[in-house]
């Protein structure tokens, strides 16, 4: 019988921010050049005052918000691991964090607080940890599309491997 399980969550690190971003930071270039130009007078038929200063502050802010979405993306942030281990009775939940004093984040909780595995359909798809006192912690990246299949299966699986029932499920 296996008595550790460990679930890895991908976080920022998928295609769609490195699609996103790019097409922002491209974007965003474009603006801010075409702003640019029209103010040193190279792009005539743009007028600087009020089309040009416009396309600058869009190409600004599209250029802030590429940043941002690289950085998180550099810094992993949400990225991490569920663990449960059967030995120890404890379970680990794993997540990195901003820079700064906490990075990351680091939760273990011991098994027999668990209650069961709830899977929430609407309005997202995400598998929660339902613990005694009401409390609950997600297990899956909540922006990431799953197919109802196979977060039903997830579910199905991990109430198993802990012996809990799940709730949920429709």
Do not use: D, H
């Amino acid at each position: 019988m296996e008595l550790k399980k460990r679930v890895t969550i991908s976080g920022s690190r998928r295609l769609s921010n490195y699609i996103i971003t790019i097409i922002l930071s491209l974007g965003s270039l474009g603006f801010l050049g075409a702003g640019l130009l029209s103010y040193i007078g190279k792009l005539t038929s743009i007028i600087f005052f009020p089309q040009g200063l416009i396309m600058t502050f869009y190409g600004l802010v599209g250029l802030v918000l590429s940043l941002y979405l690289g950085l998180t993306i550099l810094w992993r942030v949400g990225e991490g691991f569920n663990e449960f281990n059967l030995e120890t009775e404890k379970i680990r939940i794993f997540r990195y964090g901003f820079p700064g004093r906490s990075r990351s984040i680091n939760i273990e909780l011991n098994l027999k607080e668990v209650e069961s595995v709830k899977l929430e359909v609407e309005p997202r798809r995400t598998l929660y940890l339902r613990l005694k006192g009401k409390r609950q912690f997600p297990l899956t990246n909540e922006f990431e599309p799953t197919p109802l299949a196979q977060i039903e299966e997830e579910a199905a699986e991990l109430a198993r491997f802990l012996k809990v029932p799940v709730e949920g499920l429709p």
